[in-house]
């Protein structure tokens, strides 16, 4: 594992230092759950760092740090749960030519948890795999706001986690 992640570290310096249009982009983010128990709301930030490799064809990494709080308890005598997330993203990003600024991008890679755990085992859930679909818009060169929906699959087939996994998020960056 090691071994893959210094071979993919490099080959992305690699690509970075021919391409040699990058942009950095970091700033906060709100996301609200949207399925089975939509009381948890998150907030955080993230950088990004993005690579054009062709005109209409940008990859990245992007990782940030992502606390969600249960707004309301499930019953009277719980308590309100909350945890964190840190993504780990891959992006694949590529302009919309319906209006200048306009992108669209995916992000798929791994997320660590932090208070999260098996409803079945009660064990300790590290991570899963998280994919978003980002549709988002750059404006006065330097500001760029994106909503972004997608899933962070904590739980294994038959051992759900004891958190929420789709989210909604709306993102506002500034673009160094």
Not at 47 to 73: H, P
Not at 103 to 127: P, W
Not at 162 to 174: D, M, T
Request: glycine fraction near 10%; proline fraction near 3%.
């Amino acid at each position: 594992m090691k071994k893959h992640f210094i071979l993919s570290a490099i080959i992305f310096l690699a690509i970075c230092a021919q391409a040699q249009t990058f942009k950095v982009s970091a700033g906060p983010e709100v996301l609200k759950s949207i399925n089975h128990d939509e009381r948890f709301f998150g907030a955080g930030g993230s950088v990004q760092l993005d690579v054009w490799v062709r005109e209409k064809l940008g990859l990245g990494i992007n990782t940030g740090y992502l606390k969600f709080n249960q707004t309301s308890a499930p019953l009277a005598g719980f308590s309100k749960k909350q945890y964190s997330l840190i993504p780990i993203l891959g992006v694949i990003r590529y302009p919309l030519p319906i209006v200048k600024g306009l992108y669209g991008q995916d992000l798929m890679g791994y997320t660590l948890a932090q208070d999260v755990q098996s409803e079945a085992t009660g064990k300790k859930v590290a991570g899963g795999f998280t994919y978003y679909f980002a549709l988002g818009y750059v404006f006065a060169d330097h500001f760029d706001i994106s909503v972004k929906v997608g899933r962070s699959r904590l739980d294994k087939k038959d051992d759900p986690a004891n958190v929420n996994e789709h989210n909604l998020g709306l993102k506002l960056a500034y673009i160094f």
